[in-house]
């Protein structure tokens, strides 16, 4: 059980170093202890049974609350200290959680999303008792088991809550720890944040192995390309925004220590994936969402190596297949309990319909082409931006690109491609038109260009196609 986790390892490991948050560093007694007092305090404040959101970066005092969250036999409800006030109080409208718990960073979105929230950095110490600053709630029903209620970003339609169990989690971080080979020596770099299923499955997946936890709260390129160089870290898990900017500041230079990079979360550009390989950096491709408790395939990188681009075969307890219309469909063990505050199927006929589309190989491995809803018909003909993304990618002169679709009374829709130029380059339109145009059919090649000096994200590191497309219409 994920409760068990983190006082199961400071049995066998008392001494290891469990966390570093840069200021101190604490072993697994240290840690169990600081969680034991947290855990208690909120016990007292009734939080048992109840949900507890966390707003927080990934700091060593977030790592310390999860914990203790588990611990206390609480429902967490972690949330991102980067969303506004209106997106907060729309999270916590739906969760309903009994007591709201902010780090700093996050203490004025709370109080202005109508929460009384109680001081993150305070929870494991005495003073004010915690259900003094309870906020009143009816107690939202949950799904049998739930242990953990991730918000999800939205990119598939309206955001809502994911109920995970005890059982979610366990299947995950087994067949990810055999898949990947994890051990008590790893050192991972807690780079995502909590609010991602990434990031909070990174936090347990470390307890339940062993490994020790290096905390730094936001993502910060120049301290994590620090942190590989002084060997502080063995394995990280990335978005690939984060690995590009990683792979800019070293200027490609591999570092021994590192023996695992674990991207997912979005599409990996075919030409990003080359480049690390290249760079000899121990890139692991994962295939995964909120709903099947992070990672559903992945493919280590023995795999990757050898076949850049592919996610790999699914992970043990799961299958994957692609329908008729190039769906990916999955079901086993991860697949989450059902939605919070959305009366909705998650998985009505046991297979759960991702929304993205693949293709699996001969050898049993699967490839990620886009989403469905990115599809973009033009003239009657399907394209997917994906395809178009890694060919533009390719030239030389461009850093990053996202294709979408633009209403156009004749073809229903054109294809258009925002581009960010790398340091230095001056890409043409007509240059990059006759590239696609030599590589795709003609309806894949881009009709209308934007420029941009970066592409608008959302807070999981995904591209926001939405605001791509205000873009052309505002420029």
């Known amino acids: 059980m994920t409760s068990d986790y983190l006082s199961r390892a400071a049995r066998l490991r008392p001494d290891a170093v469990a966390l570093d948050d840069g200021s101190r560093s604490w072993s697994y007694q240290d840690l169990q202890a600081r969680v034991a007092s947290a855990s208690a305090r909120l016990v007292d404040a009734g939080a048992k049974g109840r949900t507890v959101a966390l707003v927080s970066e990934t700091t060593g005092d977030a790592v310390m609350a999860v914990h203790a969250i588990l611990a206390a036999g609480a429902v967490i409800a972690p949330l991102s200290p980067r969303s506004t006030a209106e997106e907060l109080h729309r999270a916590l409208s739906v969760l309903e959680p009994e007591l709201v718990i902010a780090a700093p960073e996050a203490w004025d979105a709370a109080v202005a999303a109508g929460a009384r929230p109680t001081p993150l950095p305070a929870l494991d110490r005495a003073g004010d008792p915690l259900n003094d600053r309870m906020r009143p709630a009816t107690g939202r029903s949950l799904p049998a088991g739930t242990r953990a209620i ?4 939205g990119t598939g339609g309206r955001p809502r809550g994911i109920a995970l169990t005890d059982a979610n989690f366990d299947a995950s971080i087994g067949a990810a720890t055999d898949r990947l080979r994890l051990g008590p020596d790893d050192r991972w770099l807690a780079s995502l944040g909590i609010a991602q299923i990434g990031g909070l499955v990174l936090v347990l997946r470390a307890g339940a192995t062993g490994a020790s936890v290096t905390a730094r709260g936001r993502f910060r390129p120049e301290e994590v390309a620090a942190l590989v160089d002084a060997g502080s870290v063995t394995h990280a898990s990335l978005v690939p925004t984060m690995l590009r900017q990683l792979l800019d500041l070293r200027n490609d230079r591999p570092a021994a220590t590192l023996r695992c990079i674990l991207v997912g979360g979005a599409h990996c550009p075919r030409t990003l994936v080359e480049r690390a390989v290249r760079a000899g950096f121990p890139l692991a491709l994962t295939y995964g969402m909120t709903e099947s408790t992070s990672q559903a395939a992945t493919a280590p990188p023995e795999l990757v190596r050898s076949k850049p681009g592919t996610v790999g075969s699914p992970l043990e307890g799961t299958e994957i297949r692609v329908d008729e219309r190039g769906e990916v ?17 998650l998985a009505a006929d046991g297979w759960l319909r991702t929304g993205d589309l693949g293709e699996i190989d001969a050898d049993g491995h699967l490839w990620i082409t886009g989403r469905r809803s990115d599809r ?20 030389a002169g461009v850093s990053d690109a996202a294709v979408v679709g633009l209403p156009d009374e004749r073809w229903g829709e054109v294809v258009a491609a925002a581009v960010v130029s790398a340091v230095g380059a001056y890409p043409d339109p007509g240059e990059l038109e006759g590239l696609t145009r030599a590589r795709l059919t003609s ?6 260009w934007l420029f941009l000096s970066e592409l608008p994200r959302n807070a ?12 052309f219409q505002t420029s």
């Open 443 to 448: 309806s894949k090649v881009p009709r209308r």
């Open 376 to 395: 973009i018909v033009t003239g009657g003909v399907n394209v997917d931006p994906v395809e178009i993304e890694d060919v533009l990618r390719s030239h």
């Open 329 to 345: 469909m999955l079901r086993g063990p991860t697949v989450a309990a059902g939605y919070v505050g959305a009366d909705l199927p």
């Open 460 to 471: 999981n590191g995904k591209v926001d196609r939405n605001a791509v497309r205000q873009g």
């Open 150 to 153: 991730l918000w999800t970003s």
